[in-house]
Structures are given as C-alpha cells and as structure tokens.
C-alpha cells in the first residue's frame, strides 16, 4: 500500500489540530481533529478558498445554534430544527462544501446548555476553526502539489495506451473483450485528466514574470487534452468498424496503418519534445507526410477508383483521422511558439515521473 500526500497531510493537520488545541487548554480537542479532517483540500487555492467559505458557514452554524438554544434550549428536535435552517442558508449562500463542517459545529455547540453557554458556544467555534486553520497550514507548508507534473504524466499515459490500442487494432491483433474493458478504463483516465487540469489552472504564480509562461502552459496543456480526447474518439470509431476495416481490400487496410503509424508517432514525439526528451530535427516533417491536406489526398485518390467505392463505410474513420491531424498540426504550432519564446523556461523540466 502506498501512502499519498493526501493521506499525509490529512495526518498531520489532525495531529496539528490536537496540538494547538491541548497547547491552547482547549477541552476536547477532538473536535479540532474533526475540523481538520473536513478541511484539507488538495491544493493551496483550494485551501484557502475553503478557509474563507468555513469562517461563513461555521459562523452561521454558531449563530443559529446559540440563538435556538437561548430560545429553545437544545432538545433532540430543536438540534435538528436548526440543522435543517443551517443546511438551507448554505444552500442559498451557495456554500454547499461547508455543510458537514457546519453540522458539526452545530451539533458540537448546541450538546450542552451550561450556565456560561455563550463562553461555552464561543470555544467550540473557535476550536472548530483552529482544526481549519490547521489544515490549511499544513496545506501550505508540507508537500505543495505539483499538479504540472501529474497533468502531464496523466496525458502521456492516457496517449500512450490509446495509441498502443490503435496500433494494435490496424493490425488486427485486438482482443475484443480487452479492448472493450479499457475503453471503460479510459473514461476514468479522462476525468482525471481534466480533474487535474483544473488543480493546475488554479495554482497561483507569485510572480509576474511567470504569469505569461503560466498562460501559454493552460493553453498548450488543453490542446494537449483535446488531441488525447481526438485519439480516443478514433480508437472507439476503429473499435466500432472494425470488421469494416478487415474486409477491406487490402491496399486501403495498409494506408490506414501507415498514415496512423504516422500519426501516432507523432503524437509521441510532440509530447516528448515538449519536455526537451527528443530533439527538433528528428520530428517527422508534418507538411509532406501527414498533414491534413495529404491524407484527404491519399483517400480521395482512393475513392476516384470505381472498384473502391465500399470505401465509402469507413468514412466516419476518414473523417476522424483528418480531425486527429488537424489537431497534431495546432498542437505543433504550440509547442514550437512555447519553445521559441519561453527557451530559458525550467519549469518545462518536469521531474522524476511520480506514481499517479
């Protein structure tokens, strides 16, 4: 088994949370415990917009809870009166994330009815807070996400399985059943790229000469994104014509595998040399061999044969290839124009490849 950041740091802001509240002499610190469980998030921007939307709710979550027990003291039923209120003022504050937080700040302050209630309520809010204080700092300060270095391995692994599938189906060398489990498989790989993706986009840069640098990233990494999603709607189109594809006469089953071929190593190669893994000059030359305007060549020249026309079942393929084409040739011209204006750019040095 192997323990994630995540996991880590879920320990340490708890036994942080412990820490302060026993150095504070606060009673019950295992509600600061409880506190720094729900506030760890899994980037610094995240944890800090989580710190600012617990203060709100929290602080309606004690005010509701102080005003009902003075009112109505803290029956079964009032307690749960005032769950449901708090549960629709986060609703309508649009706060959603901090429910649980905030029930529990409810249920933590509205369990006794002493004579100093309002001191009592006042220092379990506060020890609910020092628990999302906790998090956050611990958040800051141990093992800060690299979300870079996880978005790229995340779309270097998805492309890569995805490109070995289409290899393999061109040659007919699939396995139906296998194929069939990994596009399920890839749904997942998709949303954590994306997932992923967002966690980047929401790092802040703290210096304004890396703002631009950090612009172009998003870009080149979303169209990075959309040619590993084109790739994917290939391969399920191949998956679906499949049997199309093999009683096809022979000639057009090899163009299709040596423009694929093409295609797909080009894919890798951009991919390499963006992290400066591959040098310029031994990238294929996209213009003359698998450019859009030559494939639409090559299969129109196909098509102007009169004993070629069952070719004509396979156009949602064609249509898919010069789509997947189209969108290498974009995210070539990203990757030069990133790599002519930003040379000097560290950051494109990604580390040691980490366990996704």
Request: proline share 3%; hydrophobic share 45%.
């Amino acid at each position: 088994m192997k323990l994630g950041a995540r996991m880590i740091k879920t320990g340490l802001a708890i036994s942080l949370a412990i820490y302060l509240a026993m150095m504070f002499h606060y009673n019950h610190p295992v509600y600061a415990a409880i506190a720094a469980t729900f506030a760890i998030q899994p980037s610094i921007y995240r944890s800090y917009q989580t710190i600012l939307e617990q203060i709100q709710g929290n602080l309606v979550g004690a005010i509701f809870a102080i005003i009902f027990v003075l009112l109505l003291g803290n029956n079964p039923f009032v307690i749960g009166f005032v769950v449901v209120l708090v549960i629709a003022a986060h609703l309508k504050m649009k706060i959603e994330k901090t429910i649980p937080l905030s029930i529990v700040t409810v249920i933590v302050i509205m369990e006794s009815h002493s004579v100093n209630f309002i001191s009592f309520a006042v220092d379990r809010f506060l020890l609910v807070m020092l628990g999302v204080f906790s998090a956050f700092i611990v958040n800051l300060v141990f093992m800060p996400p690299k979300y870079e270095t996880k978005l790229y391995y995340k779309i270097s692994g998805h492309t890569d399985e995805i490109i070995k599938w289409i290899r393999m189906i061109t040659r007919h060398a699939s396995e139906h059943i296998a194929i069939k489990e990994d596009l399920n498989h890839f749904k997942e790989n998709r949303f954590k790229m994306d997932q992923y993706y967002l966690l980047y986009q929401e790092e802040r840069t703290y210096f304004r000469s890396n703002k631009y640098s950090k612009t172009r990233k998003l870009v080149l990494y979303r169209q990075m994104i959309h040619t590993t999603n084109k790739a994917l709607e290939l391969l399920k189109s191949l998956h679906r014509h499949e049997n199309e594809l093999y009683n096809m006469p022979e000639p057009l089953q090899e163009l299709i595998q040596i423009k694929l071929d093409g295609l797909t190593n080009f894919h890798e190669q951009m991919l390499l040399k963006y992290t400066d893994k591959i040098r310029a000059q031994h990238t294929i030359d996209m213009d003359e061999e698998i450019s859009k305007k030559s494939l639409m060549k090559c299969f129109m020249n196909y098509y102007s044969s009169p004993e070629n026309e069952e070719w004509i079942n396979l156009f949602p393929v064609f249509a898919l290839i010069m789509d997947y084409s189209d969108q290498l040739e974009h995210l070539n011209r990203l990757v030069e124009s990133f790599k002519n204006y930003h040379q000097d750019d560290s950051e494109v040095q990604l580390p040691q490849r980490e366990d996704l």
